[in-house]
């Protein structure tokens, strides 16, 4: 998943993020005190309002760029005076009409306006008893805040990850989980896939974007090869069997996202957890023909069913 | 599952890294309260350490024809009120096991402070402070810095409190696990607007038992000056429950977030904001750099709505002319904060007026000499 803020040249960014391998774009409503954010996505947010993009404006940039990626899911991710101002009904139901997805309000902890559906985020910090009512609230998937601290590239893929992807498995019910904060090079996606299902890139994003599309589009595919090649070669490892390789199958799953319009695809190979997903569970292993036996062509699986904010499999192989 | 609200106004609008320090303060703030030797300590810190109880000073010259009193928290050590509330919350800090102090500043008297606080209980100090405030309050930076306190400039946006409270913010949520941010006033997530105000209602008390004692009655009036509104809640704590007493509030006519302002959320509170139609938050001015803050106490935006507190507003140069008329007529120089109440405390008809004078003026002479110059 991508971050971009919201300007005029964002449908093109947004489209050749996607075109680099980006499953999800994440749209920045620049707000004047973001609180949860480091200088990068400040200073971006500052030359957003400077240019204009008010709530209305980044609507239109949201439209104009689910015009340009008709396929990718959109979250805007903004701050709740943004709502408040605008009214959190009408602003997620615009948002909604203008091709999102889903939402992400960085200051509206689990609890607050549990009305608003939108994702919800985890931190190191948060309790367990916090992780399960995140995962209960969230809308489609939840977003790992992987360290204390504000938005922007580190060193280092944070050593809490671990442990929050742990805990977040053994409380947040099957919900898929990506990553994000501090995750800047292929080296940093490598490490943070290897824990979560989705990984998130949002500071130096917004960096690589202002040298237009092109440097976008390669960073991302940077990113995306290493986060296939990691994957390649899990399966190769768990499949015992390496002349018959299944550098394609995937699968396709449907976040239970409100109003949500477009499958996100994911490489197939999700860690077994409590509530997994039968068919994404066969997935590492299996070829294109035992993929497509075993997960039924129409979708729905027995065990998701059940779950409540799980996903379902298509078979896409 | 929503706390801390006032009316509709408050919660928690904070960073999901946060919610469990707040929940672990509210939990250990609970605690204190019902701890008697948390209210003894403060207490003995308070008499021992601070100067109180403050006295009320009659000001006759100022306000001739009228029983206008002043509530003396400029001779509060440090020079402000805000040592109240930076005392309680330094205990509260060794209570949670947290030995790193981050706040934020804006007039610089909230700073210092903390700076003493933190001298004076051997934690580590850092204290957020817009470039421009640095300025204005150079005296106080120097007292910061003094007193083993490290001062960050803030060099983006306003560079004033609105900044160095999200930069303050900021650090918090780095260092969440080591650190206790000291919030100077009655603004933030819950608990803070509540914590602030209870340990500010010391002046609200002693002011009104001592008003009994001078006048055998109470006040017809209550004055405090509002940015974020810490000395006015602390001061009205001690007369909400007395309905026949009016409760004024006095904002700077550039930061009147409470008077111009509508519904927003800022600092991690919702509550009446300077913010335009997209709830963008706009640029508070006011010569006063302690109620130059575009956002205010939940609890304020609350007490306007119930009616049960008005606000009105002072400009620049009422605040200049009361604070040279004070300092001319009593020989008590003011900060340029509770100058604001000065001036609008003026216009009031009541006879029986009490004015929360939350602070010194040592530090804007500066500031003041400039204006005049200019």
């Not at chain 2, 309050?137 to 960050?152: C, D, I, T, Y």
């Not at chain 2, 600092?267 to 205010?296: E, M, N, W």
Request: include cysteine; aromatic fraction near 6%.
């Amino acid at each position: 998943m991508i971050y971009l803020m919201a300007g005029a040249d964002t449908p093109e960014l947004a489209r050749a993020a996607v075109d680099g391998g980006a499953n999800i774009v994440e749209l920045g409503f620049p707000f004047s005190d973001p609180l949860a954010d480091g200088p990068v996505i400040r200073r971006a947010a500052e030359r957003a309002l400077a240019a204009g993009m008010r709530t209305r404006a980044c609507l239109d940039c949201l439209a104009r760029t689910r015009a340009l990626a008709p396929e990718t899911p959109l979250v805007p991710m903004t701050y709740a005076s943004l709502l408040e101002a605008y009214g959190w009904d009408r602003f997620a139901s615009d948002a909604r009409t203008a091709g999102a997805t889903s939402l992400i309000v960085a200051d509206l902890p689990a609890g607050e306006q549990p009305e608003l559906r939108r994702v919800q985020l985890v931190a190191p910090t948060s309790t367990d008893e916090r992780i399960r009512l995140a995962a209960e609230q969230t809308d489609g998937w939840l977003y790992l805040v992987t360290l204390t601290g504000t938005t922007g590239a580190r060193d280092d893929v944070s050593p809490a990850l671990a442990g929050l992807v742990e805990r977040a498995r053994r409380f947040g019910d099957g919900v898929p989980l990506y990553a994000g904060f501090g995750i800047s090079t292929p080296d940093h996606a490598r490490a943070a896939a290897a824990l979560a299902d989705g990984i998130v890139v949002g500071s130096r994003a917004v960096q690589v974007a202002e040298d237009g599309p092109d440097a976008l589009r390669n960073y991302v595919a940077s990113l995306r090869h290493a986060l296939d090649a990691s994957r390649t070669a899990t399966r190769f490892s768990q499949c015992g069997d390496r002349r018959r390789t299944v550098p394609t199958c995937r699968v396709t799953r449907r976040p239970h996202i409100r109003g949500a319009r477009f499958a996100v695809p994911v490489s197939a190979t999700r860690r077994s957890t409590r509530g997994s997903i039968a068919g994404a569970r066969c997935s590492p292993i299996a070829t294109s023909s035992s993929c497509a036996t075993r997960i039924p062509a129409t979708g729905r699986c027995p065990t998701v069913q059940r779950q409540r904010s799980g996903a379902w499999p298509i078979a896409r192989c | 599952m929503t706390t801390g609200l006032y009316g509709t106004y408050g919660g928690r609008y904070v960073p999901e890294t946060l919610v469990p320090a707040l929940d672990e303060l509210e939990a250990g703030w609970r605690e204190a309260r019902a701890d008697p030797d948390f209210r003894s300590e403060l207490d003995e810190l308070g008499r021992t350490f601070a100067g109180r109880p403050t006295p009320l000073t009659r000001a006759d010259r100022f306000a001739p024809g009228r029983r206008l009193y002043l509530k003396r928290e400029d001779l509060l050590h440090t020079g402000a009120h805000k040592l109240n509330n930076a005392l309680g919350q330094a205990v509260l800090a060794r209570r949670l096991g947290k030995r790193r102090i981050v706040a934020e500043t804006g007039a610089g008297q909230h700073g210092v402070a903390a700076a003493t606080v933190c001298a004076r209980f051997g934690y580590e100090c850092v204290v957020y402070m817009g470039e421009e405030d640095m300025r204005r309050q150079r005296p106080n930076v120097e007292r910061m810095e003094l007193l083993g306190a490290e001062v960050r400039p803030v060099e983006f946006g306003t560079r004033t409190l609105k900044e160095a409270t999200s930069e303050a913010i900021r650090d918090w949520i780095t260092n969440v696990e080591t650190t206790h941010y000291l919030i100077g006033s009655c603004v933030g997530p819950a608990p803070y607007p509540e914590i602030v105000r209870e340990l500010q209602s010391v002046i609200g008390s002693e002011a009104r038992s001592q008003f009994l004692d001078a006048e055998g009655r109470l006040p017809g009036v209550v004055v405090a000056c509002v940015g974020g509104g810490s000395n006015a809640i602390g001061m009205f704590a001690g007369f909400v429950d007395d309905t026949d007493v009016r409760l004024v509030g006095v904002e700077a006519a550039g930061a009147a977030s409470l008077g111009t302002g509508h519904a927003g959320v800022l600092h991690g509170a919702r509550s009446s904001v300077l913010a335009d139609d997209d709830g963008q938050i706009v640029d508070a001015h006011s010569i006063s750099a302690g109620l130059d803050y575009p956002g205010v106490g939940p609890e304020h935006a609350f007490l306007r709505d119930t009616g049960r507190a008005e606000y009105v507003r002072a400009t620049d140069g009422e605040a200049l002319a009361a604070f040279r008329d004070l300092t001319r007529c009593e020989g008590i120089i003011p900060a340029l904060e509770p100058a604001h109440a000065l001036a609008r405390a003026r216009d009031l008809e009541e006879e029986l007026v009490l004015v929360c004078l939350s602070g010194r003026g040592d530090k804007d002479l500066e500031e003041v000499l400039a204006h005049r110059a200019g």
